[in-house]
């Protein structure tokens, strides 16, 4: 057998088995979010992490008894967030924000966003489900 045809063979199995590989399912926003449970906090910005499928915004938020909660975010794709007008200069550690989204499932503080107010009035549109949005 000459190189070329098993160079061929190698390639052809590469291939098949790459395609036989799983494909990750997204996940519905009901299986994971309750339309039911709308919620909205004050706090501060601790990250945000630009990645796809989707970007995530973790707030700081001081509850009534002093205890502070990161809440984690769940937004649209990064590149959605650029067309709809975010900059990653908009939420910048520290900054403080209202975000607003429906609540987890699963009891832990971790929303959908609808959208992020900023301190000077501005609102970030996600566009998420079941919300889309439109640009600030």
């Given at each position: 057998m000459n190189m070329t045809l098993k160079t061929v063979?190698?390639?052809?199995?590469?291939?098949?088995?790459?395609?036989?590989?799983?494909?990750?399912?997204?996940h519905s926003f009901s299986a994971e979010f309750d339309i039911a449970r709308p919620v909205k906090v004050a706090g501060k910005v601790s990250s945000v992490r630009w990645s796809n499928p989707h970007a995530w915004i973790y707030i700081d938020v001081?509850?009534?008894?002093?205890?502070?909660?990161?809440?984690?975010?769940?937004?649209?794709?990064?590149?959605?967030?650029?067309?709809?007008?975010?900059?990653?200069?908009?939420?910048?550690?520290?900054?403080?924000?209202?975000?607003?989204?429906?609540?987890?499932?699963?009891?832990?503080?971790?929303?959908?966003?609808?959208?992020?107010t900023l301190p000077d009035g501005r609102r970030l549109f996600t566009g998420n489900a079941p919300n889309e949005g439109t640009s600030r």
């Open positions: 063979g190698v390639t052809a199995a590469i291939i098949v088995g790459m395609a036989a590989q799983p494909v990750v399912a997204h001081t509850g009534e008894d002093g205890k502070v909660v990161n809440w984690a975010f769940e937004t649209a794709t990064a590149n959605a967030l650029f067309r709809r007008g975010w900059r990653k200069d908009d939420l910048l550690p520290g900054t403080a924000v209202t975000a607003e989204g429906w609540r987890a499932r699963n009891g832990t503080p971790t929303a959908n966003t609808s959208a992020i």
